[in-house]
C-alpha cells in the first residue's frame, strides 16, 4: 500500500512533464543570462531581487480545459516537497495557493507556487539565492503578486 501512494506522488518536474503538452498549455523558462539582463534594466528595488534569481520556470494551464485543470488541482494537491518548507497556503472561495521554499542556511534556493482554481492553474518554480526580507507576498484576486520595497 506504502508503495502504491508514493508512486502516486508528484514532484515538481513530474507536474511540469506531465502537464506541458497539454492543448493551450504553455511553459515557459527563463533562465539565466536573460534573467540578469532583465536586471539591468528593472528599478533598483526590483532589480536588487532579479540579480539574485538564476531562473524561472512557469507552466500556465489558465487557457486549458476546465477538465485539464481539475486534473492539474488534484496533481498539486499530491505534490510532495521533500526538502522544502511550507511558506504560504491559502484556500479562498475555491481559489487555492501554495508556497514552498527551499533552505539554504538563511536564503531560499528554490521558491515554488501552485495556484489552482476558479480559472487558475499554474505552477511556478524560481531558482536562485533570496532573502525572506527580498520578497514580500501579496495575496490578490489573481493569485500572488511578490512585491518588492512596499
Known sequence: ???????????????????????????VKVPWLPMKLVGLFADDEAGRVIRHISSIRVLDLSDCSQQVQE?????????????????LTVKDEGSHVKMWGKMNDERISELVIGVSGDGDATLCRIKGSLRMDDLDFAVTDGGISLLSGE
Not at 502516486?8 to 511553459?27: H, L, N
Open 1 to 27: 500500500m506504502f508503495g502504491f501512494q508514493m508512486s502516486q506522488a508528484q514532484t515538481v518536474d513530474g507536474i511540469i512533464r506531465e502537464f506541458r503538452s497539454e492543448e493551450d498549455a504553455v511553459c
Open 71 to 87: 486534473r492539474f488541482a488534484a496533481e498539486l494537491q499530491k505534490l510532495k516537497m521533500k526538502g522544502y518548507e511550507p511558506l
